[in-house]
Structures are given as structure tokens and as C-alpha cells.
């Protein structure tokens, strides 16, 4: 099977730094990493709503790689510091993004995340198929 990474603008140099693909596309699928609210600049907002939407925007910009949009996200998983102090703000960030048929959903508590300040990572898988 053939597997091609996808690198939006301004994303490869620092993928590769620590060895991952933003995202990858393997058969009918893109699995992508997961994406905290950093900015583009590295630096971490300390709005939890703006973070959350940064997030979501960075998921946007791999899917666009491959002319989808969130229409074709079929699992996402969300990684949360302070899921039930910050889950109906997320939830509802979130809810400018998902489309119908909305993806399966699993949200998890964590005790840590790799960027420090993150409060959220959110890992997505799409569908190439015709979804979006």
C-alpha cells in the first residue's frame, strides 16, 4: 500500500524536526496527527476558545491539502487538560466545524500534553471516498 504525508504551507520544517507528517494518506484514508491550539508562530494562546479554534483550524489546513473539509472526518479522538471545566466551551467550538454525518467522537481526559500550556490535541481520520 502507498502512503504519501501531506505538509501544509509552513508545516514541513518542523514535522520533520521531530520526525512526523502533519498528515498521511494511506488507501482511502488521511490519518492526521493530533493538533494542539498553537499558533502558527509556536506559541501557546491562553484562551482556552482561542486554542480550540486553532486547533480545529490546523486540522482544516491538512484536510485542504486534499480538498476536504470536515465533512469528510469520519473518528475523531480529543486528548483534554480540564475535559468537564472545558468541555461544553470545546463542544461548541467544535460544533462550528463538525458537519453531518457527524464523526464518532471519543474525548479523554489526560494528566499531560507534549506542548506545554495545551489543553486540548484533537486526532482526526477522514474518508476520501466521496464524503465531502
Given at each position: 500500500?502507498?502512503?504519501?504525508?501531506?505538509?501544509?504551507?509552513?508545516?514541513?520544517?518542523s514535522?520533520?524536526?521531530?520526525?512526523?507528517?502533519?498528515?498521511?494518506?494511506?488507501?482511502?484514508?488521511?490519518?492526521?496527527?493530533?493538533?494542539?491550539?498553537?499558533k502558527?508562530?509556536g506559541?501557546?494562546?491562553?484562551?482556552p476558545?482561542?486554542?480550540?479554534?486553532?486547533?480545529?483550524e490546523?486540522?482544516?489546513?491538512?484536510?485542504?491539502e486534499?480538498d476536504?473539509?470536515?465533512?469528510s472526518?469520519?473518528?475523531?479522538?480529543?486528548?483534554h487538560i480540564?475535559?468537564?471545566?472545558?468541555?461544553d466551551?470545546?463542544n461548541?467550538?467544535?460544533?462550528?466545524?463538525?458537519?453531518?454525518?457527524?464523526?464518532?467522537?471519543?474525548?479523554?481526559?489526560?494528566?499531560g500534553?507534549?506542548?506545554?500550556?495545551?489543553?486540548?490535541?484533537?486526532?482526526?481520520?477522514?474518508?476520501?471516498?466521496?464524503v465531502?
Amino acid at each position: 500500500m502507498t502512503k504519501r504525508a501531506l505538509f501544509p504551507i509552513g508545516s514541513k520544517e518542523s514535522a520533520e524536526a521531530i520526525k512526523i507528517s502533519p498528515g498521511i494518506v494511506s488507501g482511502n484514508h488521511i490519518f492526521l496527527t493530533g493538533m494542539t491550539g498553537s499558533k502558527p508562530d509556536g506559541s501557546m494562546p491562553s484562551k482556552p476558545e482561542e486554542q480550540f479554534r486553532s486547533a480545529f483550524e490546523k486540522i482544516l489546513l491538512v484536510l485542504n491539502e486534499e480538498d476536504l473539509t470536515f465533512c469528510s472526518v469520519v473518528e475523531m479522538t480529543t486528548y483534554h487538560i480540564g475535559l468537564r471545566e472545558h468541555f461544553d466551551l470545546f463542544n461548541q467550538v467544535r460544533s462550528n466545524y463538525v458537519q453531518a454525518p457527524h464523526p464518532a467522537w471519543t474525548a479523554v481526559e489526560v494528566a499531560g500534553l507534549r506542548r506545554e500550556g495545551a489543553l486540548v490535541e484533537v486526532r482526526v481520520i477522514a474518508a476520501m471516498d466521496g464524503v465531502g
